[in-house]
Nanobody, 114 residues
Framework: QVQLVESGGGLVQAGGSLTLSCAASGRTFSRYIMAWFRQAPGKEREFVARISLSGGSTVYTDSVKGRFTISRNNEKNTMYLQMNSLKPEDTAVYYC???????WGQGTQVTVSS
């Protein structure tokens, strides 16, 4: 079992940066492909980025490509999402998950002001 806790959300101006963290507890963190999703008010949850087991391969949704960077530190059981050049449309609750598991974090709110 994996427990996930997101942190690092907050209010930031457009064009600013923010780094989210996803701290995992459990003994099998490194066995999961990890991913970030987000959900804006009134919208469906959408995929943001995912990262391979070792962190060597990443995939991003087009809307964040070039602006966001996903990474992981398996020794620290932590995944990160570095967000640069933030836009108001990035405003959402961001969730981390271990793909192939039923485990999700509680979410962290990111709000980008104009």
């Amino acid at each position: 079992q994996v427990q996930l806790v997101e942190s690092g959300g907050g209010l930031v101006q457009a064009g600013g940066s923010l780094t989210l963290s996803c701290a995992a507890s459990g003994r099998t963190f490194s066995r999961y492909i990890m991913a970030w999703f987000r959900q804006a008010p009134g919208k469906e949850r959408e995929f943001v980025a995912r990262i391979s087991l070792s962190g060597g391969s990443t995939v991003y949704t087009d809307s964040v490509k070039g602006r966001f960077t996903i990474s992981r530190n398996n020794e620290k059981n932590t995944m990160y999402l570095q967000m640069n050049s933030l836009k108001p449309e990035d405003t959402a609750v961001y969730y981390c998950t271990a793909l192939g598991s039923a485990y999700w974090g509680q979410g962290t709110q990111v709000t980008v002001s104009s």
